[in-house]
């Protein structure tokens, strides 16, 4: 007999199926036969130094963007966590208000900040700091601080939801019992959140690995990810070809998101 719960996830199976299962499947099959079964377009990949270097471009790129998320989003979240209810509503909507709009327009919003003619640099000359203007905008340090932003958000709601799941009577235990603030901080809290910290640094990487819009309008030739490549390709109508590289990403992406969380597990286990 079905259980009622079981009846209930047919849906989200369905959907998993239709939306992630066969479009992996679709793309795997298509990197791999070109009419009839080859290796050649995996092999075309391993052989040419330029595309192994945006691949390790773009997970070392991710990588950075998962952690300054979650080393910035933490205390933000933990703020938030703190504050009455009626306000953390509020803030909330702060950081949802960004996600109604999308990447390419956020990822605009940085070249009007940080462009040779942009708010910051006007702004700077205005008040005497600099002669000319400061080449911010087209470097890797644009593509970081672009994608933090566009990421942020993610992070911040994950780490939120793990840090209001805390029972706040441990840490009131913890106090009772003779430990300082930064010990209960240490020692209970943290351990009880940072696994939230790092699905949300986990979601942040797997997404971040995707990005091609970004980095196309604030990095610089040497920020090319494997999505502009894989755009590259596509529109040349070299699918195949385009299909073994998104195929190499997916499993880049998934031995990373795995690393992510075993981090964070071997994080809690040592703080606690």
């Known amino acids: 007999m079905i259980k009622p719960s079981h009846v209930l996830m047919i849906p989200g199976v369905l959907l998993v199926f239709a939306f992630l299962l066969v479009p992996s499947l679709d793309t795997f099959h298509a990197s791999v036969f070109n009419p009839e079964f080859s290796l050649h377009y995996f092999q075309e990949l391993l052989v040419r130094p330029a595309y192994l270097d945006v691949l390790a471009r773009t997970i070392s790129v991710a990588l950075v963007v998962a952690v300054l998320s979650a080393v910035v989003g933490f205390p933000i979240a933990y703020y938030i966590s703190m504050q009455p209810s009626s306000r953390q509503v509020w803030l909330l909507y702060l950081f949802l208000i960004p996600m109604w709009m999308s990447a390419l327009i956020r990822s605009y ?17 205005a008040m005497h700091f600099i002669d000319h203007p400061l080449r911010m905008m087209y470097t890797t340090g644009a593509v970081y601080v672009a994608m933090l932003q566009i990421m942020l958000p993610i992070q911040v709601f994950n780490s939120y939801s793990a840090m209001k799941d805390v029972d706040l009577d441990l840490i009131k235990a913890a106090r009772v019992l003779g430990a300082k603030p930064r010990q209960a901080m240490r020692r209970v809290f943290l351990p009880l959140s940072i696994k939230g910290t790092s699905t949300g640094a986990a979601i942040v990487f ?3 690995t995707g990005f091609f819009i970004t980095p196309a309008l604030v990095g610089g030739p040497k920020d090319i990810m494997l999505g502009n490549l894989i755009a590259f390709h596509i529109e040349r109508m070299n699918s195949g070809f385009a299909a073994a590289l998104g195929v190499a990403l997916l499993i880049s992406a998934t031995i990373g998101v795995l690393v992510i969380k075993k981090t964070g597990d071997l994080l809690a286990r040592r703080l606690a």
């Open 206 to 208: 797997m997404m971040s």
């Open 109 to 125: 919003v940085w070249i009007v900040l940080i462009g040779r003619e942009g708010v910051v640099n006007e702004m700077l000359k």
